[in-house]
Nanobody, 119 residues
Framework: VQFVESGGGLVQPGGSLELSCTAS????????MGWFRQAPGKERELVAR???????DYSEFAKDRFTISRRDSDQAVYLQMNDLRPEDTAIYYC??????????????WGQGTQVTVTA
């Protein structure tokens, strides 16, 4: 199983980015998917998740700013991030989830995509 994340970059506070992740080597449509992030010196944390039936769920800090979506035909999951803040600076990763509510990543990590929010 492989995940390839893209779409990160340097953005000013208040800006937007859309992250993309494509998966291979798995039966994508049966898996819940999640976006995670890891800031320097901090543990990796769950940002948002989406069930295989398109039910989303967000961590508190992501609510009302981020939107997760998926396109099974492309084996892809997306994260639209609006109103970005400096504290959103991190490497962002996607992964399949062991189960939707557990939020536990199921496979090895990809390389991630760097998001840097700074003036």
């Amino acid at each position: 199983v492989q995940f390839v994340e893209s779409g990160g970059g340097l953005v000013q506070p208040g800006g937007s980015l859309e992250l993309s992740c494509t998966a291979s080597g798995m039966n994508f449509l049966v898996w819940a998917m999640g976006w995670f992030r890891q800031a320097p010196g901090k543990e990796r944390e769950l940002v948002a998740r989406i069930s295989n039936l398109d039910t989303p769920d967000y961590s508190e800090f992501a609510k009302d700013r981020f939107t997760i979506s998926r396109r099974d035909s492309d084996q892809a999951v997306y994260l639209q991030m609006n109103d970005l803040r400096p504290e959103d600076t991190a490497i962002y990763y996607c992964n399949a989830l062991d189960s939707f509510w557990s939020g536990v990543p199921a496979f090895a990590w990809g390389q991630g995509t760097q998001v840097t929010v700074t003036a």
